[in-house]
């Protein structure tokens, strides 16, 4: 990251386009044009605003990372070359089988990970802190969602916007780093009994664990190391898809690693 020239007033006028477009659901325009190109700091400071007024208006505690852009074929689509991060707060986390209205959405998207949950605090970036800190590693769905009019977003759109992350859908499977190759997990989403991507491990960095280690090394230089008990999204195994309405999703997993689910309803009394 480069130090921002943005002066103090536009990120926080950006930060507050994209809160207020969150809040009432309606996407504005790409922030890009209002911030010289490549000043990351800049965007990750409007994410920051955001998520803190989040934690201080509704009470939330942060309780994970997201990492994104970590597959090659997402950053081809997306036309960046870099991954980046986001915040997960407790009321984005939910359990596998979880039904969401689609009124809380802009423009829903969902795709298919292996989530990372720390039993230590991580002050190292190498490998081997990295395994040792890993509680246990499980199936996960990501749901996206973008606050501008569509997702032809730069690195800099993205990352103002968290991420594009809405939330994170947790499968039942835990298992230790040691107990399987995430590199070759196999995944396949399917939307009702149809395929829709596939994908291996190795796609997210050549490794699942790099990705971690690239937010781990990320939170460190920013003075913000990777906590115990936090929840590190590794990144899309394979492709981002549209999440349709009514029709349940379910990513399926090789090497005992089970399945996760979710599913977008038109129905406004659904549950978490």
């Avoid at 007033?9 to 490549?38: C, K, M, S, W």
């Avoid at 996206?144 to 690195?155: A, F, K, L, T």
């Avoid at 995944?187 to 829709?196: A, C, I, S, T």
Wanted: aromatic share 6%; proline share 4%; with cysteine.
């Amino acid at each position: 990251m480069t130090e921002t020239t943005a002066a103090p007033g536009t990120v926080q006028r950006l930060a507050d386009e994209l809160y207020e477009a969150r809040r009432a659901l309606h996407p504005i325009d790409f922030i890009r044009n209002h911030l010289a190109e490549g000043d990351l700091d800049a965007a990750y400071a409007i994410s920051e605003l955001n998520t803190a007024r989040r934690v201080q208006e509704s009470g939330l505690r942060r309780v994970g990372r997201k990492v994104g852009l970590t597959n090659p074929m997402v950053q081809a689509k997306a036309g960046v070359e870099q991954p980046d991060y986001g915040i997960i707060l407790e009321d984005m986390v939910f359990e596998s089988g979880t039904v969401r209205p689609r009124s809380v959405f802009i423009k829903p998207k969902i795709e298919a990970e292996i989530a990372f949950v720390l039993k230590e605090d991580l002050l190292s970036p190498d490998l081997e802190s990295i395994k040792a800190a890993v509680d246990y590693v499980t199936p996960a769905i990501e749901l996206v969602d973008c606050r501008y009019h569509n997702y032809g977003m730069s690195i800099l759109d993205t990352v103002a916007d968290n991420a594009a992350c809405e939330g994170v859908v947790l499968g039942s499977v835990r298992k230790s780093y040691d107990e399987v190759n995430l590199d070759e997990v196999e995944m396949v989403l399917y939307r009702g009994g149809e395929e829709v991507t596939r994908g291996v491990g190795r796609n997210v960095l050549k490794g699942p664990i790099n990705a971690i280690a690239w937010l781990a090394e990320t939170s460190l230089r920013v003075g913000k190391p990777l906590l115990a008990g936090e929840i590190l999204l590794s990144g899309s195994i394979g492709m981002i898809v549209d999440w349709d309405t009514d029709v349940t999703y379910r990513a399926e997993y090789s090497h005992g690693f089970g399945s996760v689910e979710a599913t977008l309803s038109t129905k406004e009394n659904t549950h978490a």
